[in-house]
């Protein structure tokens, strides 16, 4: 599949990178990557798992990661102070990131999508549904949380793994993704350190940018507490977690679950913050089955 951008994509008219998987007549799963990670982290495979069930995908780069545009000139932001609360600093929060996402939509042509998103993807995807509700036809919201600081906090060794200098040369930046992938990920599966290191090079090749990865991280923190408002979605709802999640903590995803009514919730033992290649089939058939239903519900269906 060939990488494609979008130019002029939502009001902030910014470029978009993105690849298509499928046929562009079955119904479209939108991926949403979260902090700090490219379209790369929806693995090629994943994508394949996912149209062989009778669904397009879209995976993209958020703005400020990989082939998207970056910010360079946007204030320097200051993580430390928006973990204390002064989140000043922030250049955008996540509706506009929302709105990348439906202006993608839009570039398109696509009038809805079934909306997936794992991490600050998942709070992304929350957003969509939140202030696009017509745009999002089923929302799957995968290690994510509310927005709620007192659930889905990360674990102290994951705080660790994030911790330290800022890596600049190549072999650095890759070792390090590999080390904190390894931290992140799932206890119960093994670890496919080949495929993590090569994900870590492509994506140090396609762009390397600590400080857009920094406004992101600020834009999450700055986007605040979704709890309330979540009881207002109103599209078919799946919400899915690690039970050994050490970035965000499964509380997280129960409180999502709890805050969406008629959501859907499944917990994976022994899954961390990655998609386990093991699990692939039983997570597609979880998000296809999930976008059957909306389908089959739709006025348009």
């Known amino acids: 599949m060939n990488e494609q951008k979008a130019s002029g994509v939502g009001p902030s008219g910014i470029e978009v990178a993105y690849e298509r998987f499928g046929d562009p007549r079955d119904p479209a799963v939108l991926l949403i990557m979260g902090l700090a990670v490219q379209m790369l982290g929806w693995p090629e495979g994943f994508c394949t798992e996912l149209t062989s069930r009778g669904v397009q995908v879209i995976r993209f780069d958020n703005r400020d990661v990989g082939r998207s545009t970056h910010f360079p000139d946007a204030p320097v932001p200051d993580v430390r102070a928006a973990v204390a609360g002064d989140v000043s600093s922030a250049s955008y929060t996540l509706s506009d990131m929302a709105a990348d996402s439906v202006g993608l939509l839009d570039a398109l042509g696509i009038d809805g999508a079934h909306v997936v998103g794992m991490s600050m993807g998942g709070a992304i995807a929350q957003t969509i549904a939140l202030e696009h509700p017509r745009r999002a036809r089923s929302l799957t919201s995968m290690m994510s949380s509310t927005g709620d600081p007192r659930v889905g906090q990360p674990k102290p060794e994951a705080l660790g793994a994030l911790a330290g200098p800022v890596a600049t040369e190549r072999d650095d930046v890759v070792e390090r993704m590999v080390r904190t992938v390894r931290v992140l990920g799932s ?6 350190e080949a495929a993590a290191r090569d994900r870590a090079r492509r994506s140090y090749d396609r762009g390397y940018d ?45 409180a999502t679950a709890e805050a969406v009514p008629g959501a859907k919730s499944v917990t994976f033992e022994g899954m961390g913050h990655d998609l386990p290649r093991a699990l692939w089939p039983e997570i597609a058939t979880l998000i296809t089955d999930l976008v059957g239903r909306a389908e089959a519900s739709s006025p348009t269906g």
């Open 187 to 192: 206890p119960g599966f093994p670890f496919d």
């Open 210 to 254: 600590p400080l857009g990865i920094a406004r992101q991280a600020v834009a999450s923190l700055a986007s605040g507490d979704r709890t309330v408002r979540l009881a207002s979605v109103d599209v078919p709802t799946l919400v899915i977690h690690g039970s050994d999640d050490p970035m965000c903590d499964v509380s997280g995803g129960r």
